[in-house]
Nanobody, 116 residues
Framework: QVQLVESGGGLVQAEGSLRLSCAASGRTISFYAMGWFRQAPGKEREFVAKISWNSGRTEYVDAVKGRFLISRDNAKNTVYLQMNSLTPEDTAVYYC?????????WGQGTQVTVSS
């Protein structure tokens, strides 16, 4: 079974940047779409970004378009989320996911806090 471990979260000031990483083990990610979700305090978990298996297609929620960039390195079995121009509204726990057929596997999450 695949395991996903996120890293790179932390505390950053508004307008700052962070790069999240998600390292997979137990299975190669090369054949699967990967994505990021987030959950802010008191809110439902929401989709952030998705990348196809070969990086040929990406999707973003409108709130992060132009600021966030999802990428992957299949050789390293890792997916990334570059987050720029962060705002306090981006404060959340960020989760990495792998889309494996009908199943979706989740990481444990990494906290991102943006101060104003």
């Amino acid at each position: 079974q695949v395991q996903l471990v996120e890293s790179g979260g932390g505390l950053v000031q508004a307008e700052g940047s962070l790069r999240l990483s998600c390292a997979a083990s137990g299975r190669t990610i090369s054949f699967y779409a990967m994505g990021w979700f987030r959950q802010a305090p008191g809110k439902e978990r929401e989709f952030v970004a998705k990348i196809s298996w070969n990086s040929g297609r990406t999707e973003y929620v409108d709130a992060v378009k132009g600021r966030f960039l999802i990428s992957r390195d299949n050789a390293k079995n890792t997916v990334y989320l570059q987050m720029n121009s962060l705002t306090p509204e981006d404060t959340a726990v960020y989760y990495c996911v792998i889309y494996s057929g009908l199943s979706v596997y989740w990481g444990q999450g990494t906290q991102v806090t943006v101060s104003s």
